[in-house]
């Protein structure tokens, strides 16, 4: 199955990031409604099977957590979910460490200002502020940094 028709999309709903590699053979696709976990098999004519969805409705906030490697969802029910991004493709091996950081830095950027903005369009408009210690934008009703752990 193709990966577009593997997310079996619903009326209205758009793939807004595909590119979370996060694991060998998974991977996770953002959507305007969901974030979709699927399993591909195949190393060069990849299939893609749905593991597990959750709807963005359901997400408060998303965080990078460099001890976890991985990006945290702050579920609005108080549970959190792990979303380890790792990896590009078989090019990133033969350029430099620094580069591959570089661009690893820059997806998990995308990725948690992409969920943060899908998560808000439900909710009231919340001030954002950044950071003083390690520049990540968060929202002002936070007392601490979602990133560093810094206090206002």
Known sequence: MELHDACALSQGESIILEDGNIGRNKKVVLTNKRLIFLE?????DKTYHKEDGIPIDDIEFAH???EFGAIVLQLKNGEKDLIPIV???S???LLSSAVTEVKMQATIDRWVN???TSAKRGSPAAKRIRCSYCNQIYDEAL???PTCGASR
Do not use: Q
């Open 40 to 44: 591909s098999k195949g190393e060069f």
């Open 87 to 89: 990896g590009f493709d």
């Open 64 to 66: 990078y957590d460099a």
């Open 114 to 116: 992409v969920i943060n």
């Open 91 to 93: 090019l990133d091996v």
């Open 143 to 145: 007392s601490n940094c």
